[in-house]
């Protein structure tokens, strides 16, 4: 009798893709309700601890990778993880816009986070399930993937700084003209029953939770960037999955580190956009020299020289401006 665990799904045995999933779910539980079971303000040390207790357990599990799959897999998972977490700094930036323009305090931004970070885990497992039926039945689409990634990182490259116009945002217009939503906060809730205008008591949505749709709105829209960019890794889809739930994971201990310091990264998305162009030059280069996979050595190396260098150049242009 076949051991149901053991049958393959997408080229690994099911116990794989059942077990991952317990792990993120413990990683949660804890975080909620142990380490966050009080809404209280996140300062930089606890935060930088988070960062790095995520970074830990998501190299531990690399290492796992590299024991049972091999030092290329390794690499591979890794080099998608790097790629995951610095573009997801640039959803630190819309998140810390989200966060001023509705004058969320620190006491509940962890909240919105947390469930936020949820919502990404399923969308993410939804579009990455959606890009791997899409490679394995039209190989073809690697290069419409390759095509988007150097026209966003021109695109981002060239871009000028503009100030986001929140207000004017179509999902928020549609949201409040279409739902009951509350003028101030209620505490950390997302709904509160209040009575409307005939003075019957209903559920009303609180400025928490459209922030919550909005954080949600923005990891959808840097999905598109992202979820491509992996693709061009690799299209292995548990090393593809695993790196990019633990780059989500690690994003929101990030945030807390970074958002008092974001305008030190004013050049790092140059870098950003210089790594999209790269990943997505990397087939077209590896056709032209006759290669069947480019490197992935090189990918890591230049991914990890690039993301650095924009990160040193940034904090020594910002170091003297008194501003930051």
């Excluded at 960062?51 to 796992?64: D, E, M, Q, R, T």
């Excluded at 992202?226 to 990019?244: E, G, H, L, Q, R």
């Excluded at 790269?278 to 590896?286: R, T």
Aim: proline share 3%; net charge positive.
């Amino acid at each position: 009798m076949t051991n149901i665990f053991l049958i393959p799904v997408m080229s690994y045995p099911l116990w794989m893709w059942a077990v991952f999933p317990v792990i993120i779910l413990a990683l949660l539980i804890f975080d909620l309700g142990v380490m966050n079971r009080k809404d209280h303000e996140i300062g930089f040390k606890e935060s930088l601890m988070m960062c790095s207790a995520y970074a830990v357990i998501a190299l531990g599990f690399g290492g796992w990778i590299a024991h049972a799959m091999g030092a290329e897999k390794f690499a591979t998972y890794l080099t998608g993880y790097v790629v995951e977490l610095t573009l997801s700094i640039d959803n630190i930036f819309a998140i810390a816009m989200v966060f001023s323009f509705f004058a969320i305090p620190r006491l509940y931004q962890h909240r919105v986070l947390f469930w936020g970070i949820l919502g990404a885990i399923v969308m993410r497992g939804m579009m990455i399930s959606l890009g791997a039926v899409l490679v394995s039945r039209f190989s073809w689409v690697l290069y419409v993937f390759a095509v988007f990634l150097i026209f966003t990182g021109i695109k981002m490259l060239m871009a000028k700084e503009q100030e986001s116009d929140m207000a004017n945002n179509p999902l928020l217009r549609f949201m409040r003209k279409h739902f009951r939503i509350t003028e101030t906060l209620h505490g950390n809730h997302f709904f509160v029953k209040k009575p409307s205008r005939s003075g019957k008591a209903v559920w009303w949505m609180t400025p928490l939770f459209v922030c919550l749709v909005m954080v949600e709105f923005a990891d959808v829209i840097f999905a598109v960037d992202s979820v491509p960019a992996i693709f061009m890794i690799t299209t292995d889809p548990f090393i593809i999955y695993t790196s990019n739930i633990f780059a989500i994971l690690g994003l929101r201990a990030m945030y807390f580190v970074l958002a008092s310091m974001i305008a030190r990264f004013a050049y790092l998305k140059y870098a950003l956009s210089l790594v999209l162009i790269f990943i997505g030059s990397k087939s077209f280069v590896a056709w032209s020299l006759g290669w069947v996979h480019f490197p992935i050595a090189i990918s890591l190396s230049v991914t990890v020289l690039l993301l650095g260098g924009g990160i040193v150049v940034s904090l020594v242009k910002t170091r003297k401006n008194p501003s930051y």
